[in-house]
């Protein structure tokens, strides 16, 4: 079956340092990869997607890209905020819009 | 568009009661999920529904927990009798997308419900 795996956490930064969270999937066919940010004592919102091998998802200066060859979608930020902190999940859907999520990564940022 | 819409937003009941969640998804989206999340489970997908008819109910843990979708604009997810182990939040997420590229279309959450079983 589908699968999502990605980094534990926390991972804690400070300002304006680089992020990265990877991510790797496991799937059949072409899902569509996505992350989602959760804030705290929210729900979670979409911050990117991509939906083919090769395409770049960017949002809020957040970039990842479909490798299909590595099944990977890591997230980047040049330079994280403090309002970055959040809890970061991967995730992949299957033709149905099933989302298959990963374990979350929290980001700390701290000034 | 207001978002989904969750009722209620915190629940506190005593083990045995029934709970009812409800859910109100963005007008025009065909595709309803309800989650479950929890520290130790993380995110669970308990059951989705398209055009209303639950399409997989596979997540659902046991026979205590049920859904519905009457209409397009409410669903209701309820458990009973309930039991402290279902103490988590419960999210409820909308989409549109038609068969062939709704795998595509991004999922909108509402802001859960917290439930604690006492």
């Known amino acids: 079956g589908n699968s999502v795996t990605q980094m534990e956490g926390p991972v804690t930064l400070s300002e304006e340092a680089f992020l990265t969270i990877n991510c790797t999937y496991t799937?059949?066919?072409?899902?569509?990869l996505f992350w989602y940010v959760q804030y705290p004592g929210e729900g979670l919102q979409l911050l990117l997607k991509?939906?083919?091998?090769?395409d770049k998802g960017s949002n809020k200066g957040f970039e990842a890209t479909y490798r299909k060859e590595t099944t990977s979608f890591h997230l980047e930020k040049g330079s994280v905020q403090v309002s970055d902190s959040a809890v970061y999940f991967c995730?992949?859907?299957?033709?149905?819009?099933?989302?298959?999520f990963g374990a979350g990564t929290q980001v700390v940022v701290t000034p | 568009d207001a978002g989904v819409i969750q009722s209620p937003r915190h629940e506190v009941t005593e083990m045995g009661q029934e709970v009812t969640l409800r859910c109100k998804p963005i007008?025009?989206?065909?595709?309803l999920f309800w989650y479950r999340q929890t520290m130790m489970r993380g995110l669970e997908l308990l059951i989705y529904?398209?055009?209303?008819?639950?399409?997989?109910d596979s997540g659902m843990p046991e026979d205590r927990f049920s859904a519905k979708m009457p209409n397009a604009s409410f669903s209701t997810l309820k458990i009973q009798p309930s039991e402290p182990r279902d103490s988590a939040v419960y999210f409820c997420?909308?989409?549109?997308?038609?068969?062939?590229?709704?795998?595509?279309?991004?999922?909108?959450f509402g802001p859960g419900t917290r439930l604690t079983v006492t």
């Open positions: 997420a909308s989409s549109l997308g038609d068969r062939l590229a709704v795998g595509s279309y991004e999922q909108y």
């Open positions: 799937a059949t066919g072409y899902p569509s």
């Open positions: 991509a939906t083919k091998a090769d």
């Open positions: 995730a992949l859907s299957d033709s149905w819009g099933k989302l298959q």
């Open positions: 007008s025009g989206h065909n595709s």
């Open positions: 529904f398209n055009n209303n008819v639950p399409i997989d």
